[in-house]
Every structure is written in structure tokens, then in C-alpha cells.
């Protein structure tokens, strides 16, 4: 399997079970495109912790539990668990609230994106788009000596931390079950209304994660990875990959009925084609800088790698952050303060991919 999983072919199976997994799930109760999305679920795990109070996204995702686990479990029996951390952990922090905000203003991850275009939603070539400038733009800064610094290796206790607050939330979800016509249960928050009310039943979204998430670790599965090294390398390996899961979600799309080809009514979507350019220009450009899209932060942090935790982490807290400011769109569009994190954000990183590099031009 090892072999196979990192083979041309091994990636583009990979990429075909993401996509129709994620039609699957979106078919069992996931909001429309939105069977699998890193960011949009990280988001709703921020509400549903209580960490903003927007009443619609509150709902702590089993998928993003599944994915670190699953990552984990392979990691683990193919030794490739190795504990790391001590690269440049508050910039990692920083550069994963960015890319937040970013996702936020165009309404989902480099994983929703594909899905959203798999679904016929044609805002996402804006974002897509947008996506690939960001990561161009981190190549440059790649090719001109960019680099956060070495990772180190650490104790094993410390690679256990990430999956271990995982399987915490899980516990959580399990004792505190959403009780109905209630907006919170226990400790936790629920939506009553809006996407995070709407969701695949937990057990076959959790096992749906896991199986993602030790296909992708072992297959090295990427979204920014696949767009850095087409253009640096022209290399197609990771790419293959993406294309699949495009490919296997509309097939799978057309089959449940769920392919609506155009521009308006797209379930969380808007229409603002600038701002959903350069929401995932901020987006790709903080992966870029960051060393991987969202998906595979999480499967890193399932490794053990604890600044890939910092980012996912970073994710969560810029998730709450742009939800209580009012930075985050909605279907209406994208916000005055969404927009002007967006210009600071880009600022921010074109800063850390200027300064952070080891040698001058």
C-alpha cells in the first residue's frame, strides 16, 4: 500500500476518494459543496467551543477530528510519527489566522474550492485563481531563500498533544450530544439554523475523516502543494491528485443530483469576484509561506508536528477572531472589514516573505 499510495496512481486514487467522499457526506447532510472543508469546519469548531457567537457556524465537526486521527493511525503504524517542532511557532500562529481570514472573504478552503467547482458554483474559478497567485507569489519568496527555520526533533509526549486534544473534542461531542431546540448542550454550542445546523450523522463523518486522513498522509496529499510544485518544478504528481478529486466529486455530483451549474444563488457563496480573488490570494500565499494547505496542516500535526499544530491551531483562534469582527462574508458579500483585513493580511505575509530569508537579492 505504502508504494502504491505514492505513486502516480496512488494519488490520483487518493484524490478520487476525497471527492466522492466529500459529495457523499455533502449528500448525508453536509451543507451544499461543502462536504469537506478544513476551514469552514475549523470555524464551526471555534463556535461550537463558544469562541464566537456567530449562531449559524457552531458545530464541532467530527471530519476534522477524523482527519488528524486517521493521519495519526498511519503515521503510527508506518513509523512516521516523528515528534518536531521550533520552526518560527508564533509566525506558523500568525500566518494560519491570515489564511483564515482569507478562506472567510471567499467562503472556504483550497478543498472547498475544487468542491465548490465540482458542484458547478463558478466563484470558485475566482478563488481558484486567486489561489494559484498566492502560491506563486510564495514561490518567489521560496526561490529568493524563504524559510521559517529548521524543525527540531522533540519529546514523543509533545507529538502526542494535537491528536490527543482531538480525541478530547470527540469525548466532548459524545457527552455533551446536541439536545434539540437547544442552542448549546452542556458545554458545547450548536446552530439551530444556517450551515453549522447542517451536518452528516457524526459516526459516518468521523470514519469518512479517518479514512481521508490516513490515505492522504500516506499519499502525501496536498492542494498547495500540488499548485507549488507545478509551477516551480512542473512537476504534475501532487496535481494529479486535485484533478482527480474535481473529477470523482462531479461524477458523483451528477449521480446524487446535486451538480447546479453558475455564478448566483450558490449554497454560501457570494458573487463578489474581486474579494473572493484576493481572499485566496491571502489564503494561498500564507499556505505557501505556512508549507501546506490546511488539509495537510492538519495531517502534519497527526505526525507529531507540532508547529503544523501551531497553524491549525492559528486557523481556529483567526476563525473566532474574524467572526467577532465581522470580518468573515456571507452570501450578501464580503464585509468592509473583512475587505480591509484582507489588504493587511496580504501586507503581513508579503512582510514575513520579505524578512524571514536566509539569504538576500
Given amino acids: 500500500m505504502k508504494n502504491f499510495l505514492a505513486s502516480r496512481r496512488g494519488i490520483i486514487f487518493v484524490g478520487g476518494v476525497i471527492g466522492i467522499l466529500a459529495a457523499f457526506l455533502q449528500k448525508l447532510g453536509n451543507p451544499g459543496n461543502m462536504g469537506i472543508c478544513v476551514a469552514c469546519f475549523e470555524r464551526d469548531i471555534a463556535g461550537g467551543l463558544g469562541l464566537h457567537r456567530a449562531p ?19 503515521a503510527y503504524l508506518f513509523k512516521e510519527f516523528k515528534p518536531r517542532s521550533g520552526s518560527a511557532p508564533l509566525v506558523r500562529f500568525i500566518l494560519g489566522a491570515f489564511a483564515m481570514i482569507g478562506a472567510l472573504v471567499f467562503l472556504g478552503c483550497p478543498w472547498r474550492a475544487l468542491l465548490r467547482l465540482a458542484g458547478g458554483d463558478g466563484n470558485a474559478i475566482l ?12 514561490t518567489i519568496f521560496l526561490k529568493n531563500g524563504y524559510t521559517l527555520g529548521r524543525t527540531q526533533k ?3 509526549a509533545a507529538g502526542f498533544v494535537f491528536p490527543l486534544l482531538m480525541v478530547g473534542l470527540l469525548v466532548a461531542v459524545l457527552l455533551n450530544p446536541q439536545v434539540e431546540g437547544a442552542e448549546k448542550s452542556g458545554i458545547l454550542f450548536y446552530s439551530l439554523e444556517g450551515p453549522g445546523s447542517m451536518h452528516a450523522p457524526l459516526i459516518i463523518s468521523l470514519l469518512f475523516a479517518i479514512v481521508i486522513g490516513f490515505l492522504a498522509q500516506r499519499s502525501r496529499f496536498c492542494t498547495m502543494g500540488a499548485v507549488r510544485d507545478l509551477i516551480l518544478f512542473k512537476h504534475t504528481h501532487l496535481f494529479s491528485g486535485v484533478v482527480s478529486l474535481v473529477v470523482a466529486a462531479f461524477i458523483t455530483n451528477i449521480i446524487f443530483k446535486q451538480f447546479n451549474p453558475g455564478f448566483s444563488g450558490q449554497p454560501v457563496a457570494h ?9 485566496m490570494v491571502l489564503a494561498g500565499l500564507a499556505f505557501a509561506l505556512a508549507g501546506g494547505c490546511p488539509g495537510r496542516q492538519l495531517f502534519l500535526a497527526g505526525e507529531g508536528d507540532g508547529d503544523a ?7 481556529i483562534i483567526g476563525a473566532a477572531f474574524a467572526h467577532n469582527f465581522g470580518l468573515a462574508s456571507s452570501t450578501a458579500g464580503a464585509t468592509p472589514a473583512g475587505m480591509v483585513a484582507t489588504v493587511i493580511g496580504l501586507i503581513v505575509c508579503m512582510l514575513i516573505g520579505l524578512t524571514m530569508r536566509e539569504k538576500v537579492v
Wanted: net charge positive; charged share 5%.
Fill in 56 to 74: 449559524i457556524v457552531q458545530y464541532v465537526r467530527p471530519e476534522i477530528i477524523g482527519l488528524v486521527l486517521g493521519a495519526f493511525i498511519a
Fill in 127 to 138: 478563488g481558484l485563481l486567486g489561489l494559484t497567485v498566492g502560491v506563486w507569489i510564495g
Fill in 154 to 156: 522533540t519529546y514523543k
Fill in 271 to 279: 458573487t463578489m469576484h474581486l474579494w473572493n480573488f484576493a481572499g
Fill in 309 to 315: 499544530a501551531i497553524f491549525a491551531l492559528g486557523m
